[in-house]
C-alpha cells in the first residue's frame, strides 16, 4: 500500500506537447510538494501546498502549474514541454507545513522520468 | 548557489568497514538536518535527522554527528553492509525562515559497499 503514488513512472513526450503527472498520499498529510532532479542530480523544489494552498513558488517558469483536488493529490501539468523540462520528477508530503516538526522529513514517491524529445 | 553541499559524488567501502559521508551547509540559519538514502527507481527515503541543539543522534548502525561552528556534518555507518549501497542525499530545514521548513538538498554521495 504505497503512501506516496506518482504516475506515470515514464513519460516520453515531444516538444510542444502539454502533459500531466499525478501524484496521490495516503497518509494524510497537510502538506505536498514537487521537487526536480535535474541532469546533475539536484533536488530543487518547484512547488508545495498545505490544504490546498499553494505555499511555495519557486522561480518555475509558468508553464509549470501544480493542481490540488483535496489534500491527497497534487498533480503536475506542463504546458509547451521543453527539451530541458526532461528530469525525474519526484511527489512529497509532510505532516505538516513545518516538516522538520516531523522527524520523519518527507516522504517521497518514486518519482516520473520525463523525457523530452 | 549551493547552500548544502556534499562533495564527493562517491565512495566506496568494504563490508563491515565504517562508511563516512560528509556534508557541509553555509546558511547559519538551518537548524535541522536530514539524510535519505535513494535506491535507483526509487524515491528518497528517510534515514536518520539531527537538530541543530544537538552535536549527534544515532539510531542503530548510523550515526549522525553535527560540527555547527564548522558548518559540517557526517553520516557514519557501522558496519557496513552491501544493502547500504544506494545514493545518501544530504538536507537541511531553516525552520523559521523565508523557505518556510523547506527542504534544501545536496547533490548525494553514491555508497558503494563491497562483499
Known amino acids: 500500500d504505497t503512501a506516496v503514488s506518482q504516475t506515470p513512472k515514464y513519460l516520453v513526450t515531444q516538444m510542444g506537447n502539454d502533459k500531466s503527472i499525478k501524484c496521490e498520499q495516503n497518509?494524510?498529510?497537510?502538506?505536498m510538494y514537487w521537487y526536480k532532479q535535474d541532469s546533475k542530480k539536484f533536488l530543487k523544489i518547484m512547488f508545495s501546498y498545505n490544504n490546498k494552498e499553494l505555499i511555495i513558488n519557486e522561480t518555475v517558469p509558468n508553464r509549470f502549474s501544480p493542481k490540488s483536488p483535496d489534500k491527497a493529490h497534487l498533480n503536475l501539468h506542463i504546458n509547451s514541454l521543453e527539451l530541458g523540462d526532461s528530469a525525474v520528477y519526484f511527489c512529497?508530503?509532510?505532516?505538516?507545513?513545518?516538516?522538520?516538526?516531523?522527524?520523519?522529513?518527507?516522504?517521497f514517491g518514486s518519482g516520473t522520468r520525463l523525457t523530452v524529445v | 548557489d549551493q547552500q548544502v553541499k556534499q562533495n564527493s559524488p562517491s565512495l566506496s567501502v568494504q563490508e563491515g568497514r565504517i562508511s563516512i559521508l560528509n556534508c557541509d551547509y553555509t546558511n547559519s540559519m538551518f537548524d535541522y538536518f536530514l539524510w535519505y538514502k535513494k535506491y535507483p527507481a526509487e524515491g528518497p527515503t528517510f534515514l536518520i535527522s539531527?537538530?541543530?541543539?544537538?552535536d549527534k543522534n544515532e539510531d542503530g548502525r548510523f550515526t549522525v554527528f553535527l560540527n555547527k561552528s564548522a558548518k559540517h556534518l557526517s553520516l557514519h555507518i557501522v558496519p557496513s553492509q552491501p544493502g547500504d549501497s544506494a545514493v545518501y542525499f544530504c538536507?537541511?530545514?531553516?525552520?523559521?525562515?523565508?523557505?518556510?521548513?523547506?527542504?534544501?538538498f545536496g547533490k548525494g554521495t553514491k555508497l558503494s559497499v563491497k562483499p
Open positions: 538536507a537541511a530545514s531553516d525552520r523559521y525562515g523565508g523557505s518556510q521548513g523547506n527542504l534544501i
Open positions: 539531527i537538530s541543530s541543539i544537538k
Open positions: 512529497a508530503s509532510s505532516q505538516t507545513l513545518r516538516a522538520v516538526t516531523s522527524n520523519y522529513g518527507y516522504t
Open positions: 497518509l494524510g498529510h497537510d502538506t
